[in-house]
């Protein structure tokens, strides 16, 4: 649902309670400096929702999954050499296919893993981790659409 930005004011009071307004001027002159503006439903509202300003991720290489793919690499190369020669080539293709295809396996088992996904093991499938990506994706509109009805009530009890 996307549409016009709707802009939003929060703050706690001195009490502890979380107050949020439609407008600066709903919010106590003595509070002010303590409220700070949510946006939804514009271009920034999924950065300004989801990642406080300072706490954004930038990407960093992970050193040593690039060190496990290249070592597999390697691997890889070392047993289609010390194939002998009288191997036929579709031979040595599908066993260099089936080591890679058991390598890869491992290393997505691996990533699942280290993600804390509930039912890891120590294979995965491509379409595992695209499955796991769909449920985030579902738990994250789940939530947008909670938060856009509490905005709603909100809304509702301010007119």
Do not use: C
Not at 7 to 18: A, H, K, P, Q, T
């Amino acid at each position: 649902m996307q549409g016009k930005p709707q802009n939003f004011y929060r703050w706690v009071d001195g009490e502890g309670r979380e107050h949020i307004v439609s407008s600066p001027d709903s919010v106590p002159p003595a509070d002010r400096g303590k409220a700070k503006q949510v946006v939804l439903n514009g271009v920034d509202s999924v950065a300004a929702h989801y990642a406080p300003p300072g706490t954004e991720k930038t990407w960093h290489p992970d050193w040593a999954s690039f060190a496990a793919g290249f070592g597999v690499a390697l691997v890889v190369a070392l047993i289609f050499r010390m194939l002998p020669g009288s191997f036929r080539w579709v031979t040595r293709v599908g066993l260099v296919v089936g080591v890679a295809a058991l390598l890869i396996g491992a290393y997505l088992g691996m990533l699942r893993r280290s993600t804390g996904m509930p039912g890891a093991g120590v294979f995965a499938a491509p379409s595992a981790l695209i499955d796991d990506a769909k449920a985030a994706v579902e738990q994250v509109n789940q939530r947008q659409k909670q938060q856009e009805e509490e905005i709603r009530k909100i809304q509702a009890e301010g007119r």
